[in-house]
T-cell receptor, first 113, second 115 residues
């Protein structure tokens, strides 16, 4: 079974700074998908960014980018120029084939004005 | 485009009572998911439907939880009887099809408190 580990339960950073959230996972599969989801307080979860394991190039979405290290099974999320609206729970997730989406325990990120 | 709708948003019941949650997925989405999110944890899949058929219910406590998606559109999740440990947020999500290629869209969730 696949496992996803987020070792930072909470983080905080000043507005406009850059922050990196860590995620590691364990799998024996070769082709899979990795995701970062954002869950703002009292609001619904939305997809931030997705990475296909067969792609060597790291995914980017505006201020959000990932550092995907397949051999190390590491998938970190970098948020540049952080904004107050980035305050949320962030979940790393793994998906292989038709199996279920497996989430980590989340990192609570607070952006300080 | 309307998102995933869920109701109610909040529910408080006593243990041993019954409760039902409703979900209406995004129009045209064949795959529907119910997740349980306990405070401080990531969502855990309870059941996945493809149209009106069950794809995965391996983590659904079938002695007390049931779910249906009769016409392949909206779905209900029922707990009967509820236990204290069922206190959680119940999330519904939908995607065009199953698999990692297809983004899952989440509803706002139903926060259940069992006293």
């Amino acid at each position: 079974a696949q496992t996803v580990t987020q070792s930072q339960p909470e983080m905080s950073v000043q507005e406009a700074e850059t922050v990196t959230l860590s995620c590691t996972y364990d799998t024996s599969e070769n082709n899979y998908y990795l995701f970062w989801y954002k869950q703002p307080p009292s609001r619904q979860m939305i997809l931030v960014i997705r990475q296909e394991a067969y792609k060597q190039q790291n995914a980017t979405e505006n201020r959000f980018s990932v550092n995907f290290q397949k051999a190390a099974k590491s998938f970190s999320l970098k948020i540049s120029d952080s904004q107050l609206g980035d305050t949320a729970m962030y979940f790393c997730a793994f998906h292989f084939g038709n199996e279920k989406l497996t989430f980590g325990t989340g990192t609570r990120l607070t952006i300080i004005p | 485009e309307a998102g995933v709708a869920q109701s109610p948003r909040y529910k408080i019941i006593e243990k041993r009572q019954s409760v039902a949650f409703w979900c209406n997925p995004i129009s045209g989405h064949a795959t529907l998911y119910w997740y349980q999110q306990i405070l401080g944890q990531g969502p855990k899949l309870l059941i996945q439907f493809q149209n009106n058929g069950v794809v995965d219910d391996s983590q659904l406590p079938k002695d007390r939880f049931s779910a249906e998606r009769l016409k392949g559109v909206d779905s209900t999740l029922k707990i009967q009887p509820a236990k204290l440990e069922d206190s959680a947020v119940y999330l519904c999500a939908s995607s065009l099809e199953a698999g990692g290629t297809y983004e899952q869209y989440f509803g706002p969730g139903t926060r259940l408190t069992v006293t």
